[in-house]
């Protein structure tokens, strides 16, 4: 195995997909990135077959995935079935990782349990509330939350945010645009019970199976978990998970993965912080740091939505949505070849059909010298 970016490529189904709902990607996964909601959306119809925008928000406002802190910390999807094992397993380091902030919040742990304990009274009998909402509540239990400035609504933020990793609230349907939270054990109450070992093994597998190859160290970025948890996750699996020296480094993939051709043609337009440039500790399988200055002045690519060519990236994009159309502004960092170009207009084109939407684009190339 050579190429390290279009194996990638078809592990996270980027490549070709039999996935035909968003529980059975998410869960494929383990969890998909999403404090961007609308372009988290695009990330999933991207590995769906013939995702739709409409549909995904349908599945998310059903429950069929949910929406939470459980790692790093930020917002990911993840399945109701698996939502209560991951939370318990990766919680206690996201708090670690929280410690300070609470600290200079004055949100000590006394004060985050009677919190919860409002916010769960009042979410019961299948109740969805708005942040909004669920600020009147606090205030009445007389929990301070702060105003909307100064800082008030990070306050906010943090008190939500240890009720979701104590598995008090998680994500409900949306009202209108605005978010809502409803009781976790309402929403998932199905979800699976695991032991932390089983845990550990259980993200540790799946994690390799979508995103390898990849490194222990890689799977520590992602997860959030300790480099000795990695290692110790990795331990448990024995024959499932196979390892090889690529480039220097000791990658650990599916011991049943399928091995595709080093010089796959693919292209496709990858929201910011998709899990295929997202998910690694070491980017350098998919970016080349003499494009720096083309993604930025700190080479925050991360931040910028890609346009992914043959699994690099290969310049940016962006998007403005009318009401009958979607308008496309892309910069490419060097001309296509044609077969490339083909798969790079059927890649926007793709865009459009997710949202139901016309296309229109202009594309350039961004010569830095």
């Not at 959306?41 to 077959?49: D, P, T, Y």
């Not at 004060?111 to 909004?132: E, F, I, P, W």
């Amino acid at each position: 195995m050579s190429n390290i970016a279009v194996q990638r490529l078809y592990n996270q189904r980027l490549l070709q997909t039999e996935f035909q709902t968003q529980s059975e990607v998410v869960a494929w996964m383990g969890a998909v990135q999403s404090q961007d909601y609308a372009f988290a959306k695009w990330a999933l119809g991207l590995r769906l077959v013939n995702g739709t925008d409409a549909v995904i928000e349908q599945a998310f406002n059903a429950g069929a995935i949910l929406r939470t802190h459980v790692m790093r910390p930020t917002w990911h999807f993840v399945t109701p079935a698996d939502i209560r094992w991951m939370l318990e397993l990766t919680a206690p380091r996201v708090n670690a990782f929280n410690a300070y902030k609470y600290r200079q919040l004055e949100l000590d742990e006394p004060l985050l349990r009677r919190s919860s304990a409002a916010l769960a009274k009042a979410l019961q009998g299948g109740k969805q509330l708005t942040r909004n909402e669920l600020r009147v509540v606090l205030q009445k239990a007389g929990v301070a939350t702060g105003p909307l400035h100064r800082g008030g609504e990070h306050r906010m933020a943090y008190i939500l945010m240890w009720a979701e990793l104590d598995g008090v609230i998680c994500s409900g349907p949306r009202r209108g645009k605005q978010f809502t939270y409803m009781s976790l054990d309402e929403r998932a109450p199905h979800a699976r019970k695991l032991t932390r070992d089983e845990a550990l093994a259980e993200l540790t597998r799946r994690y390799f199976a979508s995103h390898g190859p990849a490194t222990p160290q890689d799977f520590a970025w992602w997860s959030g978990l300790t480099m000795a948890d990695a290692k110790a996750g990795l331990d448990m699996h024995g024959s499932q998970l196979s390892h090889e020296v690529i480039g220097g480094r000791t990658c650990w993939f599916s011991s049943v993965e399928t091995a595709v051709k080093d010089k796959a043609i693919a292209a496709h337009l990858l929201p910011a912080l998709d899990e295929y440039t997202v998910a690694y500790q070491d980017k350098s399988a998919v970016f080349d740091p003499t494009d720096t200055k083309r993604l930025g002045d700190r080479g925050e690519f991360l931040t910028n939505h890609v346009i992914v060519v043959n699994g690099r990236i290969a310049g940016t994009w962006r998007r403005k949505l009318k009401k009958d159309a979607v308008i496309f502004t892309c910069n490419l960092f060097a001309t296509l070849k044609t077969a490339e170009q083909r798969l790079f207009a059927a890649a926007i084109q793709r865009y459009g059909k997710f949202l139901d939407l016309a296309v229109v684009g202009e594309v350039g190339v961004t010569r830095i010298s």
